[in-house]
């Protein structure tokens, strides 16, 4: 009996143990007359929070001999003992080794040996996410405990390629679309064992994204009725049940894990949306390069080795195996979802579910609309409106095509992709019929799709992204166990592991940041664990200069939160722990929204955010303009059925140009960029009965019958527009009049009706031409192209007498060109080469505070990947815009340092910047992630200046740092410590320079100060 006042600490909490005899043994009691082995199978527990707990069972067979007759016995087999081993931790291969070595001993000491094992496996600490796995040894084994890939991954002690052992590709992928789907999947083996393993590795398979549902890899023969759960889950049970529970069950998607075949409780056939083609053809291809055959690789070597060497061997080449099944499908995921993160709206959290939908192919919508409808979704977008910087974010931003961010309008697709369409469908010659008629008048069709998916048109990741090795590993062995478990051993077994790992800080070469992150954050664990709590955040404070990726938040606020006062008082007085005590708490804002039409009358601000929400513009002057528009002097703000009318005509107008047909000839006419956005109705022209089309760069006429396609004007060779008169019948009608500089007539247009818009339109779209030939910055054609759709809009959703002068407040450009004379000098002309808007995704203009060009070298030279020079552009509130200085397209639209401005930036060593900022902290970007992976803290107050010694030093580059208060720190690029510290006395120290052994200062009050010679 347990004594009183005692706790069983072999069990984890908060599991229930009630079902645990029957997941021991699955199919209860069994005596057979065939000698039988011991037999392994493993389960999982999981608790109403998603909590895991993991277990491996080992169940006993024992051989009794029975006396059947006088003359007759019979030796028979009873399964008459299980062992369960559980661990929050995901090691299933570690645990089943251990319980093995329990099969050589007598009963009587399995318990004793048992406990003894758990106690020894307590004081191993889980290694942190990297390339350090531990080493330990639990004699006779030797056993390596990995480390996952990523702080967002588990860690792996699996064979991720049974599945593919199990399964063909498309079977594999049949079974993925049921889980990303949310169906109710029943996993059916002959071996137990092989539930849980492929379970698991089918999760793995699906991650970042985390299944929401019940998930029971193994049920017991008492537990089949849990198979009537009306909701999703994820179960396994033994393959003699199968016909029992197709029986019993309606719309389960079964697994056979034996014969590798999927089919549902009613048929053979499985009538479930599958995944898209282009993402699940890459994934078969990739799959079939897999080689999942570890003696065919091996042919090779010589096979003298011993058993050790051929464990570590083959623990190699299951490490390599396993990382590239995982970076396959990540690349499923990363393919199926890639266009997500387009349509989300950080700000207001709203995801453009409709507006994604319509970029799917037709035989695609079906999978996303159920995808898009469940809980593992929802929790993915979570993290993507948080901007979590995962697995899937780094190799989605690793293999992103360059985002050419300089168009910010509603799409429309481009004669290339016209072209393409054709291609891949029959398509008739003569126009749309929703085409042939004006815009404004337009409603009541049916949207039909017909855009390319942008993966399609995209293309695939290349190999070298895909093919990257993983990091190469390093093995840390922990000390031996003690023999006796007292507290005092156990505390001399910490005391020794945290001078072993003192002794690997101190080795660790000084440019393997990584490993010795993940050194520090190995001995702040283990600090933690002896209640050396300064110790520990000082180890932890440590990964700042290493890698902040796996920087463990929760552990620090713990650590912090449980410091005593006497420890309270002494960090107080150390430096580098004061970031620590009076940190903030960051709060994570987990509400997803679905943009719903107001019901009631809208101020301005509440117009804006509902704009800004549904996607239709960002700009904030622009929304107020369009405000202004859609309200009068007698009402202050926005009707609600106005809005409804507005929105809806911009949707429609949106369709519409899904559905672009133009004959080949016109397509062949154009560039291959260019997209139509207004089309008139049929009206008689100077040059003929057809209709007026506008694209992003000139107006043409589409005439019937030959030649089809009629140049009007392009919009930088327009001259005058201006309204007139033209003669109808008995009375004269206004029209369009255009004068260009390349012809000497005019063209006139009869436009009736809708002159007075095309007028607005016309010459809104030739002002921000000019304006955007003047200043080099095509972002003015792209605010003008803008604004003539809302216009557009305006004019279709309000009453006829007062649509004109409400669009005419939209006008922008035009308005400027006429009422503000703005003269650029001739010098700044022709000097100007581009101009380039950082704050494009943004709702209003943000100051530049920083500029820094790097040029195409400062990138990792050994990459195979050229890289373009890149301009950097800090913005207030610590953002970081990058731009490709080569096209001037946006590469990153913001990195995040801190929430203070950054002050100053420099380009150091091959992949490095350094950024100062406000906040007292140098950033230290990683330019090959585009992420924050280390910090600099040295200094006390705001950093003001920043500079480099470009003299060789065969120790690595010298970097020197300055704050306001006139301390300069001298930096070691390589190992990122202070070589040595100055201090000049000034009211403010603004910036330094580093010139020729000198490092020149500037003071506030007066430009050149202080010389330092080095």
Not at 82 to 88: K, Q
Not at 477 to 493: C, M, T
Not at 756 to 779: C, F, H, T, V, Y
Request: glycine share 4%; hydrophobic share 40%.
């Amino acid at each position: 009996e347990r004594k009183a006042g005692s706790e069983d600490v072999g069990v984890p909490k908060n599991i229930d143990l009630m079902a645990l005899p029957q997941l021991c043994f699955p199919g209860g009691l069994l005596v057979t007359g065939e000698e039988k082995k011991e037999q392994f199978h493993f389960l999982v527990f999981t608790d109403v929070f998603g909590n895991k707990t993991h277990g491996v069972v080992m169940q006993y067979y024992r051989s009794i001999l029975v006396l059947l007759t006088l003359f007759y016995d019979k030796i028979i087999h009873i399964l008459i003992q299980s062992y369960c081993f559980t661990c929050v931790s995901h090691f299933f291969s570690l645990f089943a080794s251990l319980l093995f070595q329990l099969s050589s001993c007598r009963l009587s000491e399995m318990e004793e040996k048992l406990n003894e094992f758990a106690i020894k496996l307590s004081l191993v600490p889980i290694p942190p996410p990297g390339q350090l796995h531990l080493m330990f040894t639990l004699r006779p084994l030797t056993i390596v405990l990995p480390s996952s890939e990523d702080k967002s991954l588990q860690a792996v002690d699996l064979d991720l390629h049974l599945p593919f052992l199990c399964f063909r590709p498309q079977q594999l992928l049949l079974v993925l679309s049921s889980l990303l789907q949310e169906q109710r999947v029943v996993l059916f083996s002959a071996d137990l064992a092989r539930l849980t393993l492929v379970a698991e590795s089918l999760l793995i398979f699906l991650q970042p994204l985390t299944w929401q549902h019940p998930y029971v890899p193994v049920l017991a023969r008492g537990m089949l009725d849990f198979l009537m759960a009306p909701t999703a889950f994820l179960m396994g049970c033994h393959l003699s049940h199968y016909a029992e529970v197709a029986a019993e069950t309606d719309d389960l998607i079964s697994v056979n894990i034996d014969d590798g075949t999927v089919s549902t409780s009613l048929s053979d056939a499985i009538d479930i949306p599958e995944i898209p083609l282009a993402a699940a053809d890459y994934f078969i291809q990739r799959s079939r390069s897999l080689q999942i055959h570890f003696d065919l690789g091996q042919y090779h070597s010589a096979s003298c080795m011993g058993i050790n060497e051929q464990r570590a061997q083959r623990r190699a080449w299951q490490h390599k195996l396993n990382h590239e099944i995982q970076k396959i499908s990540l690349e499923l995921l990363v393919n199926i979802f890639r266009d997500v993160c387009s349509h989300l709206n950080y700000e207001h959290r709203v995801f453009h579910s409709e507006e994604f939908l319509k970029t799917r192919e037709p035989d695609e919508l079906l999978f996303y609309k159920v995808v898009l409808d469940t809980h593992i979704f929802h929790s993915f977008l979570k993290d993507r409106l948080n901007k979590k910087m995962d697995y899937f974010a780094r190799m989605e931003l690793s293999t992103r095509a360059e985002i050419m961010s300089v168009v910010d309008v509603q799409r429309r697709p481009t004669m290339q992709e016209i072209l393409t369409r054709r291609k891949s469908s029959v398509v008739g010659n003569k126009l749309s019929k929703r085409l042939g008629m004006s815009l404004p008048n337009l409603g009541g069709y049916q949207v039909i799709n017909s855009e390319k998916s942008p993966l399609l048109t995209r293309g695939v990741m290349s190999d070298s992204v895909l093919k990257t090795p993983p990091d190469p590993v390093k093995v840390f062995k922990l000390p031996e166990f003690p023999v006796f478990l007292s507290s005092h051993s156990i505390q001399a077994y910490y005391s020794e592991l945290i001078q072993l790992l003192g002794n690997a800080i101190f080795s660790v070469q000084t440019d393997n940041s990584s490993l010795l992150a993940r050194f520090y954050y190995l001995r702040g664990f283990v600090n933690t664990l002896c209640s050396r709590r300064l110790d520990a955040l000082s180890d932890f404070q440590s990964l700042n200069k290493t890698d902040t990726a796996i920087f463990p938040t929760h552990l620090v606020t713990w650590l912090v939160d449980s410091l005593h006062q006497d420890e309270l008082q002494q960090a107080q007085t150390r430096p580098e722990l004061k970031s620590f005590l009076f940190k903030p708490a960051v709060r994570t804002d987990n509400r997803i929204k679905k943009f719903k039409l107001p019901q009631t009358p809208l101020d301005q601000d509440e117009f804006v955010r509902c704009i800004q929400e549904c996607g239709v513009v960002k700009d904030v002057a622009t929304i107020s303009r369009l405000f202004d528009a859609l309200t009068d002097e007698q009402h202050v703000k926005v009707d609600p059925k106005v809005f409804k009318m507005f929105y809806t005509f911009w949707k429609e107008t949106e369709a519409e140009a899904q559905d672009v047909n133009l004959l080949s000839e016109v397509i062949s006419r154009l560039d291959d960029s260019e997209c139509v956005y207004k089309l008139s109705s049929r009206v008689k022209t100077s040059y003929g009965v057809g209709k007026i089309a506008m694209t992003q760069k000139r107006l043409f006429l589409l005439t019937e019958g030959q030649p089809g396609f009629l140049e009007i004007a392009k919009f930088r060779d327009i001259q005058e527009v201006k309204m007139g008169s033209a003669p109808f019948l008995l009375v004269r009608i206004l029209s369009l009049r255009i004068k260009t500089f390349s012809r000497p007539e005019l063209f006139e247009a009869n436009l009736k009706m809708e002159t007075k818009l095309w007028n607005l339109i016309i010459k809104e779209m030739w002002a921000g031409r000019k304006m955007s030939d003047q200043d080099k910055d095509p972002q003015c054609m792209t605010q003008a192209l803008t604004n003539v759709l809302l216009m557009d809009a305006v004019v279709g959703c309000l009453n006829p007498h007062r649509s004109i002068s409400a669009a005419s407040k939209l006008v922008y450009f035009d308005r400027i060109l006429h009422e503000v004379h703005t003269i650029v000098p001739n010098t700044t002309s022709e000097t100007l080469k581009h101009k380039i808007n950082p704050s494009l995704d943004l709702a209003e203009p943000q100051t530049v505070c920083v500029l820094l060009y790097t040029p195409g070298q400062l990138w990792d030279k050994k990459s195979p990947i050229v890289m373009n020079p890149k301009l950097w552009v800090a913005l207030s509130g610590g953002r970081v815009v990058v731009f490709d200085a080569a096209s001037w397209s946006m590469l990153q639209d913001c990195i995040h340092t801190g929430e203070l401005q950054v002050t100053c930036m420099m380009g150091l060593v091959p992949d490095q910047v350094w950024m100062g900022s406000q906040d007292s902290a140098i950033y230290i970007i990683d330019i090959h992630s585009m992420s924050c992976n280390k910090q600099l803290t040295e200094h006390r107050h705001e950093v003001t200046g920043l500079s480099v010694d470009t003299t060789d030093h065969s120790n690595g580059q010298l970097a020197y740092s300055c704050s306001c208060d006139g301390t300069i720190l001298q930096w070691d690029s390589a190992t990122l410590k202070v070589k040595r510290q100055f201090y000049l006395s000034c009211d403010r120290l603004c910036s330094i320079r580093f010139y020729d052994g000198v490092i020149w200062c500037c003071e506030y009050t007066l430009f050149i100060q202080s010389v330092i010679s080095i």
